[in-house]
């Protein structure tokens, strides 16, 4: 026991070793046989417990690599006391190749997840902002700038992408329990002892972390590619767009605005009965497509069903050639056997013969004389040469039996290797047919998806015609109203009166948000007063708008012709509805709290408005009139 603790101490010193267990060679036939029940019963039929003392020994991280383990398994094979090391040097090494392909297969799959997440996290900003480009669009009105509409998105991503992240790991670790679970505990005394530990807490932060920034990412790259088409869109439209048609309030304009959208309206009708009929078209196509890769499916299924239904006839036909196979070669070694100890007694039998007859050194007159008279010895020795012919031609017959099995053992095993060759084939074709079916079941989920994609543009875009059709009419309808609208509007630069009496808060222009730390460009301008002041028209026109707007409340537009508008919103209470014809100065609504301005003060939001880009109010309103 002494030497025991000094070797362990040896161990223990050098830099590769973490730990050191000794394990006694009674303890190890107790291990064995927990795991193995029949050891016990093999040992008490040998002279003793052939077991050696051991020690187990731990590495270091640094060390636990091949060169590591490998060095550390010379210096102990240095110490005089110890007889082997056993580390499992080919097991070793091919664990490392293992690692080193998994490490790099799994640099690739996380490639391709990367990508895959990110144009999962694209489409799904994508369609958010699909749904809410109204929202959008008045948020770009009201000016909000870009970083300030990116941020609910960027939110959105980062939460996407965190809840997969933390799924994912959830059912990691699900599948992790559940494989130590079904592990049996011969596994660990095979493995070397070896325990498997989940992922670090490190990585799973890392993990989460590159989760939220791929998802931030991704929605960065899909709003920003859309708010640049948004803008775009935004500055070739007027203040009021299709959209205002289906809530039934139509832009107003002047008769030759009204014209001119009534044309553009017409050109847009014919250019979205022109997608209808090339979706219809392909939805048509589509339609033939699925009909055609379901046939291929289902002839495709047809086909798995028979090569299945041949694998197991196959299969069938095997194990009767393994049945042959067993029952030719137990024959075989029955006759062999029987052969042997056929051989075995004849042997005897010569032997006996030759010394009984010839051994004693006689020659035949001592065989002659041994005998009671000649007659005897003619018939013994005529009975022994009978014997010996018989016991020949039947080592004879046995040896051309066993050649005969062998012969047998030939064909069965040639056909046995043939029906494994036609199984081979089978499970390829197998495997092929699958593939294919696979392959086509994706191809029928891509055409059942545009196809639904077809359909719902269908449906939008009638939607839109129903709406473009509308709108003409509304148009058309209101050419004669624009008639008496003053056109002197673009004269009154300087001259106009204040809308509402108080203090300018927030001007014309790049502003910075208090609350978000970001800057807007603001559309108009901000006037401070008492909710419920009365808010006079800054010059005759016709109320184009008078209802509540999604980021404005309450808002009041008046159309002055020649495509000059303003604009009067966050208000609380509406006076003159639309339709209505305002002169200078007449009162169209009470001022309101200023919920939603940027400074959320109580008063007005006044814009002015020439084709529908916002230009500065406080140039056009009376210089010192507040």
Same mark, same amino acid.
């Given at each position: 026991h002494e030497r025991v603790a000094d070797i *362990?101490? #040896?161990?223990?010193?050098?830099?590769?070793?973490?730990?050191?267990?000794?394990?006694?060679?009674?303890?190890?036939?107790?291990?064995?046989?927990?795991?193995?029940?029949?050891?016990?019963?093999?040992?008490?039929?040998?002279?003793?417990?052939?077991?050696? +003392?051991?020690?187990?020994?731990?590495?270091?991280? +640094?060390?636990?690599?091949?060169?590591?383990?490998?060095?550390?398994?010379?210096?102990?094979?240095?110490?005089?006391?110890?007889?082997?090391?056993?580390?499992?040097?080919?097991?070793?090494?091919?664990?490392?190749?293992?690692?080193?392909?998994?490490?790099?297969?799994? !640099?690739?799959?996380?490639?391709i997840i990367i990508l895959l997440v990110l144009f999962t996290v694209y489409s799904t900003v994508k369609f958010t902002l699909i749904t809410r480009r109204d929202e959008i669009e008045i948020m770009k009105y009201a000016g909000a700038t870009n970083i300030f509409i990116k941020i609910p998105f960027l939110i959105e991503g980062g939460v996407?992408?965190?809840?997969?992240?933390?799924?994912?790991?959830?059912?990691?670790?699900?599948?992790?329990?559940?494989?130590?679970?079904?592990?049996?505990?011969?596994?660990?005394?095979?493995l070397g002892g070896m325990e498997f530990t989940f992922i670090p807490w490190e990585a799973i932060a890392l993990i989460i972390g590159l989760s939220v920034i791929i998802g931030c990412f991704g929605s960065w790259v899909s709003v920003g590619k859309y708010l640049g088409v948004a803008i775009f869109l935004f500055l070739c439209l007027n203040v009021y767009?299709?959209? +205002?048609?289906?809530?039934?309030?139509?832009?107003?304009?002047?008769?030759q605005s009204v014209d001119k959208e009534i044309k553009k309206s017409?050109?847009?009708?014919?250019?979205?009965?022109?997608?209808?009929?090339? *979706?219809?078209?392909?939805?048509?196509? !589509?339609?033939?497509?699925?009909?055609?890769v379901n046939k291929n499916i289902n002839v495709k299924q047809k086909d798995l069903i028979d090569k299945k239904s041949d694998l197991k006839k196959t299969d069938r036909r095997i194990i009767e050639?393994?049945?042959?196979?067993?029952?030719?070669?137990?024959?075989? +070694?029955?006759?062999?056997?029987?052969?042997?100890d056929k051989k075995r007694e004849m042997a005897e039998f010569l032997k006996y013969t030759y010394k009984s007859q010839i051994g004693r050194n006689k020659g035949l007159s001592g065989v002659l004389f041994a005998s009671a008279d000649y007659n005897e010895f003619i018939v013994s020795a005529k009975f022994e040469d009978i014997l010996?012919? #018989?016991?020949?031609?039947?080592?004879?017959?046995?040896?051309?039996?066993?050649?005969?099995?062998?012969?047998?053992?030939?064909?069965?095993?040639?056909?046995?290797?043939?029906?494994?060759? #036609? *199984?081979?084939?089978?499970?390829?074709?197998?495997?092929?047919?699958?593939?294919?079916?696979?392959?086509?079941?994706v191809k029928l989920a891509g055409i059942q998806e545009r196809k639904a994609i077809y359909e719902g543009e269908l449906r939008r875009?009638?939607?839109?015609? !129903? #709406?473009?059709?509308?709108?003409?009419?509304?148009?058309?309808?209101?050419?004669?109203?624009l008639a008496s609208i003053s056109t002197g509007f673009g004269k009154e630069r300087g001259r106009l009166n204040w809308p509402l009496a108080g203090e300018v808060v927030s001007g014309f222009g790049k502003q910075k948000h208090p609350e978000f730390d970001a800057y807007v460009f603001k559309k108009g301008i901000e006037i401070v007063s008492n909710s419920g002041k009365d808010v006079k028209a800054v010059y005759d026109g016709v109320v184009a708008y008078a209802d509540s707007l999604k980021g404005y409340g309450l808002i009041t537009i008046i159309d002055h012709g020649d495509s000059y508008y303003s604009v009067y919103g966050h208000l609380s209470r509406l006076v003159a509805l639309k339709g209505k014809k305002i002169k200078r100065g007449d009162i169209i609504a009470a001022a309101g709290s200023g919920n939603g301005n940027l400074t959320d003060k109580e008063g007005l939001y006044f814009e002015i408005r020439h084709n529908g880009q916002a230009i500065d109010p406080l140039a056009w309103l009376k210089a010192g009139n507040r």
């Open positions: *362990k101490n #040896e161990i223990e010193d050098f830099r590769e070793v973490d730990a050191v267990n000794f394990i006694s060679r009674d303890y190890a036939l107790e291990m064995l046989s927990k795991n193995i029940l029949s050891v016990r019963e093999i040992v008490k039929e040998l002279d003793g417990n052939p077991l050696p +003392d051991s020690f187990r020994i731990s590495l270091v991280s +640094d060390a636990r690599n091949p060169e590591g383990i490998k060095t550390l398994a010379a210096r102990l094979k240095g110490l005089k006391e110890i007889e082997d090391v056993e580390y499992g040097k080919e097991w070793v090494e091919r664990l490392d190749i293992l690692i080193s392909t998994a490490k790099v297969i799994g !640099a690739v799959i996380g490639g996407l992408c965190l809840i997969s992240a933390l799924s994912s790991i959830v059912m990691l670790f699900l599948a992790y329990k559940l494989i130590l679970y079904k592990i049996p505990p011969a596994a660990y005394l095979w767009n299709v959209a +205002d048609a289906k809530s039934g309030n139509p832009q107003v304009v002047d008769i017409q050109k847009e009708l014919e250019d979205i009965n022109k997608k209808i009929s090339e *979706k219809k078209k392909a939805s048509k196509q !589509a339609a033939i497509e699925e009909k055609k050639k393994e049945r042959e196979l067993n029952s030719t070669q137990v024959e075989i +070694d029955i006759i062999t056997t029987e052969l042997t010996i012919n #018989e016991a020949n031609r039947m080592l004879k017959d046995l040896d051309k039996e066993v050649d005969s099995l062998n012969g047998q053992l030939l064909g069965i095993n040639k056909r046995h290797h043939t029906l494994m060759a #036609e *199984k081979d084939k089978l499970l390829k074709d197998k495997t092929l047919i699958e593939r294919d079916v696979r392959q086509s079941r875009l009638a939607g839109a015609s !129903a #709406e473009l059709k509308s709108l003409i009419e509304i148009y058309e309808k209101k050419r004669s109203d």
